[in-house]
């Protein structure tokens, strides 16, 4: 997925363009196999310009919108005008009929992963009294998730309570990208701290 709504498949020897119906920039793509033996694949995404954000459910070779937030802030969920959920990043699991989703204004889980029509935020400014904007979100289980972003941020999430790994902040580094697996997470990002820029890769074992 990228810029202006692109979506390509590759089969194994192809590759294929989907149809995405948006123009909005598309950051991350998601997908797993469900307890029906089905293959749910999601992506999302938002403008840096008009603060719009589409979350879309992608099956076979179809793409359908399930969710949309409007230039303005509203959305086609509920009746809020300014601060709906940026979709940046999503996760889901095939233990759960929900969708997680982050970006700005938090982390929102929405009721349904295929046809959702309703949101609840997980509040992570409550406890910190803080929440940087979020660029990659990956877990093993929905009592198990990993939020990384700006300023060298990245906390986890055990179902209950947050954890923020404040030895790892820095004003310099944006991360952009995560995966986990049971006993690992790997962290990449950029590191602007310094004269030249850099990467930089945190790993985390347990």
């Known amino acids: 997925v990228g810029d202006k709504g692109t979506i390509v498949h590759y089969d194994g020897t ?48 179809s793409v359908e ?60 400014y409550q406890q910190y009294n803080w929440y940087p904007y979020t660029w990659k979100m990956r877990g093993t289980d929905k009592n198990d998730l990993f939020l990384a972003g700006e300023y060298g941020s990245v906390f986890h999430y055990n179902g209950k309570n947050w954890h923020l790994y404040t030895e790892l902040l820095n004003d310099g580094i944006r991360f952009w990208c995560l995966a986990t697996s049971p006993h690992l997470v790997v962290i990449g990002g950029e590191d602007n701290s310094g004269f030249l820029r850099k990467g930089i890769i945190v790993i985390g074992r347990r």
């Not at 991350?28 to 879309?56: F, K």
């Open 14 to 61: 192809g590759f294929t363009k989907l149809e995405s119906g948006t123009d909005i920039r598309l950051t991350d793509v998601w997908g797993i196999r469900g307890n029906d033996g089905e293959v749910h694949v999601w992506a999302c995404g938002s403008s840096e310009t008009t603060n719009e954000s589409v979350v879309l459910s992608i099956t076979d070779q």
């Open 65 to 124: 919108t399930i969710y949309h937030r409007y230039v303005g802030g509203a959305n086609n969920l509920d009746d809020e005008t300014t601060m709906s959920p940026m979709g940046e990043t999503l996760w889901a699991t095939p233990s759960s009929p929900l969708l997680w989703i982050a970006g700005g204004f938090g982390l929102v889980v929405f009721n349904n992963n295929q046809a959702p029509t309703s949101y609840s935020l997980i509040d992570v």
